[in-house]
């Protein structure tokens, strides 16, 4: 049973496409996050949500727009996607806001690649 | 502005021997420094953490060590074994505002 999932786990698309990349925790946890990783391998926290409330929402371009039906579920939708958009997301979870310890630590999903051509 | 540098890229360490995964930062205001691993196709899982105000956190053959002066942390793991073959990152909280803030990460190698 995976605890954060993401689909799809791998998506080529063109320039100028939207797509949307869905995230579900069963873990019951009170908080979501989405992270890029680019190509220099840096990840970088793009958004967060707290009980379907967005805390933290970084300079990102608002072609980018999380959507939270429920605390169970952050996805992300991508408008007129762009060559630099290609990256590796990733999805994650804490059962609060996280502060640090071990008891409230993020868990992460596997990951959707994206590739834009 | 990397606030965040692992300015090694790899590390390759025999079975049983130590390995020293160091990381420095800039930003002093940082409460937490935590360790995640990463297999390839997966995501980052947590290994360790420390608050700010310690100098060591040990758990199991991993031991975090923290020097705030030099603003400078540092991952050991005793005895390495293959199994730890994986990329580490070093990252950051800034507790108010739950921001993580990562390294680029460095992939070990442990040889058997």
């Known amino acids: 049973d995976t605890a954060v999932s993401q689909t799809p786990k791998y998506l080529v698309t063109q320039m100028g496409n939207d797509k949307s990349i869905k995230c579900e925790q069963n873990?019951?946890?009170?908080?979501m996050y989405w992270y890029k990783q680019d190509s220099k391998k840096f990840l970088k926290i793009m958004f967060s949500y707290n009980n379907k409330e967005l805390i933290i929402n970084e300079t990102v371009p608002n072609r980018f727009s999380p959507k939270s039906p429920d605390k169970a579920h952050l996805n992300l939708h991508i408008n007129s996607l762009e060559l630099g958009d290609s990256a590796v997301y990733f999805c994650?979870?804490?059962?609060?806001?996280?502060?640090?310890?071990?008891?409230?630590?993020?868990?992460f999903g596997p990951g959707t690649r994206l590739l834009v051509l | 502005d990397q606030q965040v540098k692992q300015n090694s890229p790899s590390l390759s360490v025999q079975e049983g021997r130590i390995s020293i995964l160091n990381c420095d930062y800039t930003?002093?205001?940082?409460?937490?420094f935590l360790w995640y691993k990463k297999y390839p196709a997966e995501g980052p899982t947590f290994l360790i953490s420390?608050?700010?105000?310690?100098d060591k956190n040990e758990d199991g053959r991993f031991t975090v060590f923290l020097n705030k002066s030099a603003k400078h942390l540092s991952l050991h793991i005793v005895p390495s074994q293959p199994g730890d073959s994986a990329v580490y990152f070093c990252a950051a909280l800034r507790g108010a505002n739950s921001k993580l803030t990562f390294g680029k990460g460095i992939t070990l190698s442990v040889r058997p």
């Open positions: 420390i608050s700010s105000i310690k």
């Open positions: 930003n002093s205001m940082f409460d937490y």
């Open positions: 994650a979870s804490s059962p609060v806001l996280f502060t640090g310890t071990k008891q409230e630590t993020q868990y």
């Open positions: 873990l019951g946890h009170d908080t």
